[in-house]
Structure formats: C-alpha cells, structure tokens
C-alpha cells in the first residue's frame, strides 16, 4: 500500500481544469482533512492524539524550567525544516520578551541555503543530520528533539531520531509525521544500516517501554492536493500541532492543573475556526491566482512583499515553488522589510557565501535597488501585512505602493485587520486605497476568544487578547499560508503544470522524489515498476542504451545527475508511453512546451 502522503486525493482528480475559484473551493474540501480527518484514522482530534500533544508539552514546560542549559530542537528537511525555522523564530521572540533565555534551535538539512532553495543531497544522508544534531545539543543538558517529516521517509531524520534513542538520558525524540506507522519508508539508505521502518519501529518498542521519554504523533490527515505535495497538509498541520505544543509549554508552566485535554482541543478548535474564515474569502483568492497565473503565462513574476512573519510565510511559499514545480527561482519570490536582520537565521546574511546571490537576496532594498525599475505590466506584486505593520511601515508601504504602479497594475495586499478591535483607521485606509485589489482578512476573534476562554478562566477581553498576542500571531500566519499555497498552487496549475493532479515535471532531486517519479511514469505508462526505472534512468543519462554502470549506478548518482536537469521526468514518460527515443522524447517537449499537454497527445 502505498503511503498516504504519496497517494492521489479523489477531491482533486479535476483540478488541472478548474476554474480559479473552482481550484480554491477544492482546496479547502482537501484542507478540511486535516481536521476532520481520512478514511476512518486517527486524525488530530483523537483522544490518543490529544494525549500524545498533551505529553510533549509537558516535556516542553521541563525543557523551559531551565533555558540556559535545556533546548528544543526542531528539524526537518525542505518545507518541514522551513517550518522548523518559523516557529523557533516565534517561541524564541517569545521567551525574549518573558525576559528569558532563548532556548529553540532548529535544523535544517543543507543548512540556511536550504530556507530558500532545496538542498537535496544532505535529506538523503542520516550522518549529516546526526552531526548537525551534535553540534546544536553540544554542552546542552536535556534535549527536548522534533523530528518532522511528513512522509516518514526522511534519512536525514531517521538518522537523529536513532542518535538520539542511543542517547535516552539527555534526549526525549519525538517523530511528527502523517503516516499511519506501517507505512513509514522501508527502502534500504545508502551508506547507512537501517530504513526509516526500522527506526520508527524502535522508536515505537522504546514508547511503550518509557511512555515519558518518547514520543510518535502521526495524525492521518489525508493525501495532497496535488500528490505528495507536503508543503501543503503537511505542513499547515506540522505549524499547527507544534503551535499548540508549545503555547501550551509556555502557558501551563506556572499552572499545572490545567486539564491539558481541554487546552489542546480549544487551540485545536481555534485553528479550525480560521480555516473556516480563510476559505469564505475564496473570491478574493481567486483573483490573486488569476492576476498570478497571467504573470507566470507571460513570462512575468510574482513578488510577495511583507512585514516580519507574514513576510517569512512569503518567503518560504515563494522558495517551494522550483523543488515543487521546476519553475525558476525568479518566477515567484519574496521580500522582508529589514533584510536578514528581521529574518532571524542563523547563518545571517548568507547572499554573500554562495555563487548566485540573487535569490538570497530577501530585503524590500534589494527588491528597490534591483528589481523595481524592470517591474513590467506582466508582474504581481502582493503585499503581506497586519495591521500592526501599516502602522509601523505606513510611509514607506505607500511610497513603495506609488512606485510600483509605475509599472503594473496587478497591485494587491491580503491585509489582516486588527482582530480585536476591527473598526480601522484613517491610516489604514489611507495606505490600502493605493492597492487594486485588497483581501481584508479579519480573524474570527469572538469565536476564537469562546473556543479558548475556559483555558484562560482570569482573563477575558483586552488582557486576554493581550495574553495571546503571539497566538493571534500564528493564526494570521496560518491563514495567509492556505491563501498563499491556493496562490502559487492555483498559478502553476493554470501555467499547465499539472496533469490530474499530479505534478509530471517532479525535479529528482532526493530519494523520495526519485521513487515518486518511478511511481509517476509506472502509473501513467501502464508498464512494469523495472520498465519505469530504465525510462527515468535514460532519461538521465539521455542514452537508448543504458551502459551496466548506468543501469546500476547507486540511487545518489542518478539523484546527482538529475537534480540540474530540466524536464527529465516527463521525458522518462513519452519514452516509457511512445517506446520512443530520447531524442524524440526531448524534441516533442520542445514543440509542445506545456507537459502536460505533451503527456495528453501521447496517451
Ligand atoms: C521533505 C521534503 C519536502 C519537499 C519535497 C522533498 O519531506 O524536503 O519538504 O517538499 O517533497 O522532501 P518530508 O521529510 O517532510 O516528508
């Protein structure tokens, strides 16, 4: 059986043929999986769930006693590690302001490259993620440790997640994936002695010998949207639970009699309410795809432009689309008013280190100093903001909005008003009558205040809000996540990229990728799982006849040689559908330009 996270969601079979709107309204009946759940398993509102959540955030609240000596570590590859990267960013400004030590890390595989371009060879390599680990843990006392991956594949992890269970006495391991346990990945890891299987089934073994020490929270949460697409549910759902986890920490350390069941099922539920408003402004995304879509069908660009963390959700949507949909690193990108210095990684202002900068370059002056004067009409430029942030950035959000409409009038803002107190201002308006188009999100704070105020009895009204300030935060996060993933998803699918819903052109960059590709060809050519292998295998090598090397080169080699090549799947698929040559594969790609519609003639 294949693994949920890798299997075809029925909702979406349709999508690459509908409408904006249509794309938006399939999106939200695939979101509602997350909590609502799939086929009967345990989604996140299981008792067993609600319980193991509960668990690591009383692990969390012992980490926090002592921050100076205790850490948590989260830690991912790709969009998992990305979201690693957020929430260490938020929970630490959170201890900075309660006037204590910082004390979240986060890993991620290939390291801060890797929060704005895929960096694949080290996902695949359990030893880089163990050293990574040790360095992060050294001279740490107790390590409260995250592994995310989504589709309980990632060597990376596994190789932490073993580490750490040789290691009991300073590490507790969790494993955050959303695959039931028996599907966990159980193909052999170059160059290392275990599968990802193995390690989960220790990890199981050792749960229910130390119920304390280590911990699985795997809710089913269904398949993507666009299959495999984990920076999708998988994602949302990660910064959801850790979300919860860690309010939770930080709320019960000073109150212990908390029932922790109703605290994880009220955050649970506020969660849900901001789902159900996000998707009530489906014609307001679906206008931003469109404006999206026109840009990237005639050769122009998208720009996300924000303020603090809504400019990091900005950021991470734009660095998925090349792993995603083998788009340009130009295609779609994003901005942070401050630069580096607001961004808050590690590694600092990388754009220097490496060969070509251009995509690290993440501050609104590059974007003023490089890219303002080649705007065209052809370009989108949405901005992310708070209300918060209009105040703050008013002057420089308006000067920045009157020069863009030089340029382009596909000038938009998805603007989050003030929850609390949503009447608006002079300034606000001032500032967003520049826009042509504005989604004014306005979060369901009274219903959200309901869900939640039984966890906090003494508070109530402005202190309540004031209390949860950097909750209200991630649920504005949240919010713009789903409408920015419905955006770059909605683009790609009406640029042709999709074919049902599944992404042919899946660059074969990690060893996940690699099967999913074989899995791809298999399906749509009809053919045997070995013919598969040596239609992605020629493809790669552009031969008809593959050399014995070639043909049993280690898995990492083809994943080496692909990883800077365009289209190698779809050709893989016309040669495995046609039995056509290489030659003939690469030459109807080049006639017809869209895949999707090259995969159709042949079929
Ligand atoms: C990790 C990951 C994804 C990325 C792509 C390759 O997946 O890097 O984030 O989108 O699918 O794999 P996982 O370990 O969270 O399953």
């Known amino acids: 059986m294949q693994p949920v996270t890798e299997a075809s969601n029925d909702i979406t079979q349709n999508i690459d043929v509908a409408s904006p709107k249509e794309i938006v309204q399939l999106l939200c009946s695939c979101d509602v999986e997350i909590f609502d759940g799939w086929h009967g398993y345990p989604n996140i509102h299981s008792n067993e769930i609600i319980h193991t959540i509960g668990e690591i955030a009383t692990a969390g609240v012992e980490i926090l006693k002592d921050p100076s000596n205790n850490i948590i570590v989260l830690s991912g590859c790709g969009t998992s590690g990305r979201l690693a990267f957020i929430l260490c960013r938020s929970f630490n400004k959170l201890l900075r302001e309660q006037g204590m030590q910082e004390c979240y890390e986060y ?19 359990p030893e880089a993620g163990i050293q990574a680990l040790k360095q992060v843990s050294q001279g740490k006392r107790k390590v409260l440790f995250i592994g995310i991956t989504c589709g309980l594949s990632a060597p990376f992890v596994a190789g932490q997640l073993d580490y750490c269970m040789d290691n009991l006495d300073k590490f507790t391991p969790v494993l955050l994936g959303f695959n039931p346990l028996n599907l966990a990945r159980d193909l052999p890891i170059e160059n290392w002695n275990k599968t990802f299987l193995q390690v989960t089934k220790r990890l199981e073994d050792l749960c229910q010998k130390h119920s304390d020490k280590c911990f699985i929270l795997n809710p089913i949460v269904g398949p993507e949207a666009i299959r495999g697409s984990s920076r999708m549910k998988g994602g949302s759902v990660t910064k959801i639970l850790l979300e919860t986890i860690f309010t939770i920490s930080h709320h019960i350390r000073d109150d212990k009699n908390q029932s922790l069941h109703i605290m994880v099922q009220s955050l649970l539920s506020a969660y849900r ?31 996300y432009i924000g303020v603090d963390s809504l400019a990091t959700i900005g950021i991470i949507d734009a660095s998925e689309c090349p792993p995603t949909y083998s788009s340009s690193l130009e295609d779609i990108r994003g901005f942070i008013y401050g630069g580096y210095t607001t961004y808050k990684n590690k590694e600092g202002d990388i754009s220097h280190h490496v060969s070509n900068g251009e995509p690290f370059n993440i501050s609104i002056n590059n974007f003023q100093e490089n890219l303002i004067d ?46 609390h107190n949503p009447s608006g201002n002079t300034d606000e308006s001032t500032v967003l009558s520049y826009f042509k188009h504005v989604a004014m999100v306005t979060l369901p704070w009274h219903r959200i205040q309901e869900t939640i105020s039984p966890v906090f009895p003494t508070l109530s ?22 409408i920015l993933n419905a955006i770059s998803t909605g683009s790609h699918i009406m640029k042709g990229k999709i074919y049902k819903n ?8 990690n060893n996940k990728l690699y099967h999913r590709a074989i899995s791809i060809i298999q399906k749509f050519a009809g053919c045997s799982l070995e013919e598969a292998r040596c239609a992605l295998i020629k493809s790669i090598y552009k031969t ?13 080699k083809h994943i ?10 779809p050709a893989a698929l016309l040669i495995a559908v046609r039995q056509c040559s290489v030659h003939e594969a690469i030459q109807i790609l080049n ?13």
Request: one cysteine or more; glycine letters at 4%.
């Open 107 to 125: 890993v991620i595989a290939g390291g801060d490259k890797a929060l704005f371009t895929s960096q694949e060879a080290p996902e695949d390599d």
């Open 273 to 303: 309410h901001v789902y159900e408003m996000t998707y009530s402004y489906m014609d307001d995304i679906a206008v931003m795809i469109q404006w999206a879509a026109e840009s990237l069908n005639n050769n122009g660009h998208v720009y």
């Open 461 to 482: 009204g402005t202190k309540l809000y004031e209390e949860l300030r950097h909750f209200v935060g991630f649920l504005c996060e949240i919010s713009l996540k789903w």
């Open 502 to 509: 599944l992404m042919i052109d899946v660059k074969v960059s």
């Open 560 to 569: 080496d040689m692909a990883t800077t090549m365009n289209k190698v799947v």
């Open 591 to 603: 006639d017809v330009k869209v895949v999707s519609k090259a995969i159709l003639m042949s079929k």
């Open 374 to 419: 080649q705007l065209a009409c052809n370009d989108t430029v949405l901005f992310l903001l708070t209300y918060q942030d209009v105040c703050n950035e008013n002057d420089s959000v308006t000067q920045l909005t009157k020069s863009i409409l030089q340029y382009t009038k596909h000038i938009g803002a998805i603007y989050f008003t003030e929850p």
């Open 544 to 556: 008809d006849t593959l050399t014995a090397e070639q043909g049993s080169a280690a898995i990492s």
